[in-house]
């Protein structure tokens, strides 16, 4: 019985783990992203993919979805993260990206800004945006 | 001369900032931004008094404030300022510019910048008016003097920057090419021997400069190498003596500031290295009756450091470094040097709030001192405690 227990218990937290999905715009001349272009532009060190390829990223706030973006793309936790973007924004080299509540609002934000590329959990809706599958 | 350059640039900015809502259509268009951060120190040294503060008794005077606004009206187009009131024991207490500029990127490969711009002429000099970037209470001062921040910061002018790829095997190359002026204010960490030796400088000192680097990410990940060159051209300003009954001029001579730098980080290790040299050397005349109407004046400062730092969890990190400076041109003494070791830890409670605690063993009195501070005169050792909190938004 305490077997069956834990492991229902199990099945619950790996349940509540988002499983992330990168997604952009349909006008966005690309099929798939790098690790290493999804951790530059997502933290500020360039606006471009390594094909040159200008983006948009779009945060998500604090939440189970930014938390496993960020473990499994950008290996820092939150605070680390935003005090990154915010020595770009310090430094007058970056402006902080529209950081957006939900899943709805990030789809709705790629959805309609050609270069915009963002993260949601990919069991939410995402009809209009493209998925990027993360090489 | 240099306050009319910088009423240049300034209006250059003021003209873009104005025009910059009009090529935009809302204010939601334009992406303002306004973000800032503040800190509280608190200094205790066991011998000399530091940064003019009274130390030696314990001391909270050194306190910043920073603001920071920047609005993105187009995509290529990027407006930014930041304003910051400090107080640094005796000096401050005053705002200052850090920087106000518009910038143009074309793209990664090229871009450029005009008004009052950070000067990329060390690996962490465009960072270190930025407290919650890096884990430091005091970046090390034979390359960072913190009383000389706000000069070495920026400059009235212009830079060109970009981002060269060049292959997967070769990395990609970071260069920056810069011309302006810069200003010293009266107070600043450079002209404090000057004020020693009983001169003054009502004005500080300007001097035009041009100069580039180039930063190299290899394609080894983390490793970074890079070299700056700034070169400084000639330049006069009044000088004073006798409090103030004589006046003269203060003629620098121009020289290069070389800078040589080296970085990795792995995981969450890291480890940076650092070398500068200042060979600086100027005339100061003054009319009769003045006994020497020409005195020269000169330093020729070298300084590196070595420094590693390890995040022990996402909230916690810590690090050491060692940091020296030698002034070639000072009598042989403690005066002439100075020998840092810091042990330094910082600690993120959330997003916004931070501490940290550094301990400094300082052999040698060339940096971070003055005399009218320590009326007994200056003891060649000190020991430094930094504690300071943090706030950011």
Redesign the interface.
Same mark, same amino acid.
């Given at each position: 019985m305490k077997k069956i227990v834990g492991v229902l218990i199990g099945l619950c937290a790996f349940g509540a783990h988002a499983q992330v999905i990168v997604i952009a715009n349909p006008k966005l001349d690309i099929s798939e992203i790098g690790r290493a272009d999804v951790y530059h532009v997502f933290t500020g060190g360039?606006? %471009?993919l390594?094909n040159?390829t200008?983006v948009?990223p779009a945060l998500q706030n604090d939440g189970k979805v930014e938390d496993e973006f960020l473990k499994n793309y950008i290996h820092?936790?939150?605070? %680390?993260f935003?005090?990154t973007w915010?020595?770009f924004?310090? %430094?007058?080299?970056a402006?902080?990206p529209k950081s957006l509540e939900s899943d709805a609002e990030v789809v709705e934000f790629v959805a309609t800004h050609p270069n915009a590329i963002g993260y949601i959990d990919k069991a939410s809706p995402h009809a209009d945006v493209k998925v990027l599958p993360v090489k | 001369m240099i306050n009319a350059f910088r009423s240049s640039f300034l209006g250059v900015i003021a003209l873009v900032t104005v025009a910059a809502p009009v090529c935009a259509q809302s204010i939601e268009d334009l992406?303002l931004?306004f973000?800032g951060?503040a800190t509280q120190s608190f200094l205790y040294t066991t011998k000399n008094n530091i940064l003019t503060a009274n130390s030696s008794d314990g001391s909270p005077a050194w306190t910043e404030a920073?603001v920071?606004l920047?609005?993105?009206p187009q995509?290529k187009l990027?407006i930014?300022l930041?304003v910051r009131y400090s107080i640094i024991g005796q000096l401050g207490n005053a705002f200052t510019l850090d920087?106000a500029?518009a910038?143009y990127?074309v793209?990664?490969r090229f871009g450029v910048?005009f008004g009052k711009?950070?000067t990329p002429s060390s690996l962490y000099n465009?960072?270190q008016?930025?407290d919650?970037?890096y884990m430091w209470s005091l970046l090390p001062q034979s390359v960072y003097p913190v009383l000389s921040r706000n000069s070495l910061l920026a400059n009235f002018g212009g830079l060109a920057f970009g981002?060269i790829?060049l292959g997967e095997k070769f990395g990609k190359l970071v260069y920056a090419g810069y011309g302006g002026q810069i200003s010293l204010a009266s107070n600043d960490g450079f002209i404090i021997p000057i004020k020693d030796a009983g001169f003054g400088a009502p004005n500080g000192y300007g001097e035009t400069l041009a100069g580039g680097s180039l930063r190299w990410k290899t394609p080894i990940p983390g490793l970074l190498i890079g070299a700056a060159n700034s070169h400084d051209f000639t330049s006069s300003v009044p000088i004073t003596y006798d409090a103030g009954l004589i006046t003269g001029t203060f003629a620098g001579k121009p020289f290069n500031n070389q800078t040589f730098s080296a970085s990795y980080d792995h995981n969450k290790f890291s480890v940076a290295s650092e070398y500068t040299r200042i060979p600086f050397s100027a005339l100061i005349s003054l009319p009769a009756p003045f006994p020497y109407p020409h005195v020269p004046y000169s330093f020729d400062n070298r300084g590196w450091y070595g420094m590693a730092s390890y995040k022990i969890t996402?909230?916690w990190a810590a690090g050491l470094y060692n940091s020296q400076f030698f002034n070639h041109a000072a009598a042989k003494g403690p005066a002439r040097y100075s020998k840092d070791w810091a042990l330094s830890t910082r600690y993120?409670f959330?997003?916004y709030l931070y501490a940290k605690a550094e301990q400094h063993w300082i052999d040698g009195t060339a940096v971070l001192y003055d005399t009218w501070n320590n009326t007994g005169g200056l003891q060649p050792d000190t020991h430094l405690t930094i504690l300071k909190m943090g706030v950011?938004f």
């Open positions: 360039s606006s %471009a390594g040159g200008k948009l820092k936790p939150h605070a %680390a935003m005090a915010r020595s924004v310090f %430094a007058g080299q402006t902080l | 992406n931004q973000h951060y920073v920071n920047s609005a993105l995509p990027r930014s930041q920087y500029a910038e990127k793209n990664d910048r711009v950070k465009t960072q008016d930025i919650p970037s981002t790829p996402g909230k993120d959330n997003e950011s």
